[in-house]
């Protein structure tokens, strides 16, 4: 299983470095169209689970809590729509995620995703615990009323919930 994992999360990268190649040669990212299936997706942190609880930076078991989760995904959302990136980036995704996701690939991604900048409101289902990672799914509607379905995994690091990856579905 941690194989095909680990096979998944190198066709993702392999996945956006491509996507960003091809969008090099553009000078405003902005301006681009929507991709038809852009996505970040890291997996792989060294954090063991068992059971409801995950194994923290301190060495400590913390049990999982949906509500904190949610909140460091809304907190995401909320740096975004203020257009603060560096935030969004620095403040609430793994150091994983950071080394694996470098800035200007995580830029190009935003802005390949206008949902995520305009977003007006989300929806999240229950949290889908899996073995290293807590994974919630649901919906952003941006301004203009467009939807898209979002996939957010979160792990713990020093006793905090942050984004392990963020997937992008295509608009509904």
């Not at 990212?29 to 063991?48: R, T």
């Not at 995704?93 to 305009?118: C, D, G």
């Not at 615990?129 to 994974?135: N, T």
């Amino acid at each position: 299983m941690m194989k095909q994992v680990k096979n998944f999360a190198l066709f993702c990268l392999l996945l956006v470095s491509l996507t960003s190649a091809l969008r090099a040669e553009v000078s405003d990212p902005i301006q681009l169209p929507d991709a038809a299936f852009v996505q970040i997706w890291h997996v792989g942190a060294e954090i063991a689970a068992e059971d409801n609880e995950f194994l923290t930076g301190s060495g400590k078991k913390k049990a999982l809590s949906a509500q904190e989760a949610l909140g460091v995904i809304y907190g995401y959302l909320g740096a975004l729509k203020e257009h603060d990136i560096p935030k969004s980036y620095y403040a609430f995704t793994s150091a994983s995620f950071r080394k694996s996701t470098p800035w200007e690939n995580y830029r190009q991604f935003i802005f390949n995703n206008p949902v995520l900048l305009q977003n007006r409101s989300a929806d999240f289902k229950e949290p889908i615990p899996q073995e290293k990672m807590f994974i919630f799914k649901g919906t952003l509607t941006s301004l203009t009323n467009d939807v898209n379905t979002v996939e957010i995994a979160l792990v713990t690091e020093n006793d905090q919930w942050k984004i392990l990856g963020i997937k992008v579905y295509p608009k509904k």
